[in-house]
């Protein structure tokens, strides 16, 4: 997937699941955000300016991402990430 006028594509990153003991802790009633990777990118294009913004993030960065404003997207059996660069919350180093 090529995203197109400053959108990102990621895949989302699995979070371990919390165990104490042989006991599991289920994380229910909250609505957490998406820890996901970026797979590709793309420039964001300013129309006042007539020129190409670079981006912020970078392939194979892990970042932040809500829940609400992206758009789940399934290709060849694999789940994406298409949100625009602007939705990302932030960056994990």
Aim: charged content about 20%; hydrophobic content about 35%; proline content about 3%.
């Amino acid at each position: 997937i090529q995203p197109v006028n400053g959108h990102v594509v990621l895949q989302e990153v699995s979070e371990s699941e919390q165990m104490v003991g042989n006991i599991f802790l289920p994380d229910m009633g909250k609505e957490k955000t998406l820890l996901a990777r970026v797979v590709s990118v793309s420039e964001t294009f300013n129309y006042h300016q007539g020129t190409y913004k670079s981006t912020e993030v970078n392939v194979n960065d892990l970042c932040i991402v809500p829940r609400m404003g992206s758009q789940i997207v399934s290709v060849d059996n694999e789940d994406y990430i298409v949100c625009k660069e602007t939705d990302i919350i932030g960056i994990i180093d």
